[in-house]
């Protein structure tokens, strides 16, 4: 085995596909372990060639581009004559394929959780102007904490370049099982073909087959675009019915009737939440959900967004006399106060105190330069808090983050107000105006002076 690629250590193999092997590295100057993707050009075959350097270009591409904790990061590529390299973050954890077979199934709640994040990942690729073409088992990662990671985007489509008059990519790439109808035909491909192929998984991993089943790639193809998928409520009587409309919907054979976007895949899954309480940790789940459900803070909020608002948030249970914020540190960490009660004090004199539904740690999260905290906030009683994490949130959907400055600017002005009501109270007797004859407020104009 080689002992290094570039300026990265080799520690040991991870896998071997068809066009590429995938290294364990570790890399010197960030001192961290990394996911090293090596690809050898062959001088036999001029055109494979060719292609393999065409992937790679779209990966390291692509991969740049996108960023989102579901989507595997690209740190670094390098092109040489005979070979090519993509490091890429280093996720501890096998492929889906693992949970496939009918003996190896997760837990349903797992299932939809991992789905879920999947369809909000691809919804971000999607903004971004990509199409994975290529979603299945093998190129979803699920680290120790179950996070998809979805990676291998090297057969992926730049719709903003690759749908054009000069376009050079190749039709029908993908793995056939999992491909859409469009995709089997050669049709021009847009973001709804990953939302199919993402169906077809969440088929396999609640059942442990796939939907289409043939001896032959011609019998798998007619089935494809012509058949219906069963049921998976018929093929499992243990899952909820409302599974059964939903990979309905992304099995779709007509794009007007398949699911728009990964978030509306996303929101229909909640539903199935609730349906899923004999788990302990999705009896959680749904407890928190719940409970921020009924927050004054969060009513704007839709259901698909709550969960996103867990998924980037820590519940904390604290005791009395905790610093949550402490004045002269910086950081940008903020949160809302879901039971009990904090006081928020400058330079040792208190301020205010504040209890459910209220925020602490706005005025660092939205400045845009400045995050040094010139407040400390300690619990008062026994406080439940969700602390939000602000660079997950940064990565979120557009439409978490657009709600969490709503809801935050409303706070701030309305505390504004209330704080100019006491330096009123303070000051001195105000000056009184006259009102003008030529407008409220409004001098003369100056040629009648």
């Given at each position: 085995?080689?002992e290094?690629?570039?300026?990265y ?19 010197p ?7 090293i993707?090596?690809i ?31 989507i ?8 040489e004559?005979?070979q ?8 501890d954890?096998?492929?889906l394929?693992?949970?496939c077979?009918?003996d ?10 991992i789905?879920f ?24 990662l699920?680290d ?5 990671r ?19 990519f ?5 793995s056939?099982a ?7 035909k ?7 073909t990953?939302l199919?192929s ?33 049921s998976?409520?018929?093929l ?43 788990e302990?940790?999705t009896?959680?789940d ?16 839709e259901?698909i967004e709550?969960?996103e608002?867990?998924?980037?948030s820590?519940?904390r249970?604290l ?23 904090v ?5 040792g ?19 845009p ?14 406080t439940?808090?969700?602390e ?5 949130l ?20 309305g505390?504004?107000?209330e704080a100019n009501?006491?330096?009123a ?25």
């Amino acid at each position: 085995m080689m002992e290094k690629i570039g300026k990265y250590r080799i520690i040991r193999p991870l896998g071997k596909g068809a066009t590429a092997v995938v290294y364990l590295g570790h890399d010197p100057d960030r001192d961290r372990q990394v996911a090293i993707k090596l690809i050898r050009f062959g001088e036999d075959n001029a055109a494979m060639s060719r292609r393999l350097r065409k992937i790679f270009q779209t990966e390291d591409a692509i991969g740049r581009r996108l960023e989102h904790p579901n989507i595997v990061k690209v740190y670094d590529a390098v092109v040489e004559k005979d070979q090519a390299y993509l490091v890429m973050e280093f996720v501890d954890g096998g492929a889906l394929d693992r949970f496939c077979s009918i003996d190896r199934l997760l837990p349903m709640h797992r299932v939809i959780g991992i789905i879920f994040k999947c369809c909000l990942a691809l919804d971000h690729a999607f903004r971004q102007g990509v199409v994975h073409r290529d979603i299945k088992p093998a190129n979803i990662l699920l680290d120790a904490d179950d996070n998809p990671r979805i990676t291998d985007f090297g057969l992926g489509l730049n719709l903003h370049k690759d749908m054009g008059k000069d376009s050079t990519f190749v039709m029908g790439v993908g793995s056939p099982a999992y491909m859409s109808p469009e995709q089997v035909k050669g049709y021009p491909l847009n973001h709804k073909t990953d939302l199919y192929s993402l169906g077809v998984l969440l088929f396999q991993l609640l059942t442990g087959r796939l939907p289409f089943r043939a001896n032959n790639p011609a019998t798998l193809v007619y089935k494809i675009v012509n058949t219906d998928s069963p049921s998976v409520c018929g093929l499992n009587p243990n899952l909820p019915t409302g599974l059964d409309p939903i990979i309905k919907k992304a099995l779709e054979k007509d794009l007007y009737s398949r699911y728009r976007n990964g978030a509306a895949f996303a929101k229909d899954l909640t539903a199935v939440r609730y349906q899923m309480v004999d788990e302990d940790q999705t009896q959680q789940d749904l407890t928190h959900f719940a409970t921020l459900r009924k927050m004054e803070f969060f009513v704007e909020f839709e259901d698909i967004e709550l969960w996103e608002v867990l998924r980037v948030s820590s519940w904390r249970e604290l005791s009395e006399k905790v610093t949550l914020i402490r004045e002269g540190e910086k950081h940008r960490k903020f949160g809302v106060i879901i039971a009990g009660f904090v006081e928020v004090s400058s330079k040792g004199r208190a301020i205010c105190r504040l209890g459910a539904s209220e925020v602490v740690g706005e005025m660092g999260f939205l400045h845009p330069t400045d995050s040094l905290r010139h407040a400390t906030v300690v619990t008062l009683e026994p406080t439940s808090f969700l602390e939000i994490n602000s660079a997950s949130l940064a990565l979120s959907s557009a439409e978490v983050q657009e709600r969490f400055n709503k809801v935050l600017l409303t706070k701030v002005l309305g505390r504004l107000r209330e704080a100019n009501k006491v330096l009123a109270k303070l000051g001195q007797p105000a000056v009184q105006g006259s009102l003008s004859t030529s407008g409220i407020g409004l001098s003369p104009p100056l040629e009648l002076l």
